[in-house]
């Protein structure tokens, strides 16, 4: 049980993390105050999934995660840099939500067996789900396609 739990966590703080840098660099380098207004809930909702996942480690007995962004991360950091269009970047941020859904999904059935830890990432994907109901109204509203 603690074997899966920690592997899949861990890669849940691996992922957190990268997705926490593009979340705050796009909100210093935006420059409308909805898309900011979004991003600011975005930011905060990824801090505290971070949280509940780092104490749920820590109570599985495994140390606290180096905050460096792994290899993977920083492949995800680039590829937002090159992101130059306010269109392509609410797309790009989509995705990710959208991305993490189906991660949620798949990982579930691995923690299948410790319930404390399948119930934090429920929790985490109602969460998300609602985020990215929020976002797609952002396109929206902006005129942004969803495709």
Do not use: C
Not at 27 to 49: C, M, R, T
Not at 84 to 95: G, H, I, N, P, T
């Amino acid at each position: 049980m603690a074997n899966a739990s920690i592997s899949v966590l861990t890669q849940y703080l691996k992922a957190q993390l990268a997705y926490l840098a593009i979340l705050r660099e796009y909100h210093q380098n935006g420059d409308s105050p909805y898309v900011k207004s979004a991003l600011s809930f975005a930011i905060e909702d990824v801090q505290e999934g971070i949280a509940r996942v780092a104490s749920r480690l820590r109570q599985l007995g495994q140390p606290l995660l180096d905050q460096n962004l792994d290899e993977a991360g920083e492949k995800l950091v680039r590829q937002w840099r090159t992101r130059r269009s306010a269109e392509d970047k609410l797309k790009f941020v989509r995705q990710g939500f959208k991305n993490q859904l189906e991660w949620y999904g798949a990982r579930l059935k691995e923690l299948k067996d410790d319930a404390d830890s399948q119930a934090i990432l429920v929790a985490l994907a109602e969460q998300l789900r609602v985020r990215l109901e929020r976002w797609e109204t952002l396109m929206k509203e902006m005129k942004v396609s969803l495709d």
